[in-house]
């Protein structure tokens, strides 16, 4: 059964890693792969990753990508949504250690953002702008 829209927008606003998908050209399946991401409720999501990676790249020449997140417990339930991409920004180290708190325990976040921020070389963070939603929780059927 479909969750009605407040209840697909808190279910993404939840810390879920989501499985990010984007278009891929010469014959190629989309690329999915794992990603972080921010969202709150009514707004645009965001995403950070390096601005030279494959899925930068792809997002770039595509206009828009997908975003899946889901969970098995104590129901099944995912939320998906796709849009364009409303702007691409220098990410910042704000930026870095927003995402990072949501995903990594507290102690853990200013050790991984010093050592992400010298090592992962430029990022960027891409907007996208929410335009189709598919959800369900099969617990309801």
Known sequence: MALTREEREQFLAEPHV?????????????????IWYQYEPGGGVWILTGRHSRKSRLIGEAGRFSLLVDRVEPTVRY?????????TDDAT?????????????????DAYVDVAWREHG????????????????????
């Open 18 to 34: 989501a499985a990010l998908a984007v278009n891929a050209p010469d014959g190629r399946a989309p690329l999915t792969v794992p």
């Open 79 to 87: 939320v998906s949504v796709e849009g364009s991409v409303a702007a």
């Open 122 to 141: 430029e990022q960027v963070i891409i907007h996208m702008r929410p335009e189709h939603w598919y959800s369900s929780d099969l617990g309801r059927l």
């Open 93 to 109: 180290r704000e930026q870095l250690h927003e995402i990072s708190a949501r995903y990594l325990p507290a102690g853990k976040v």
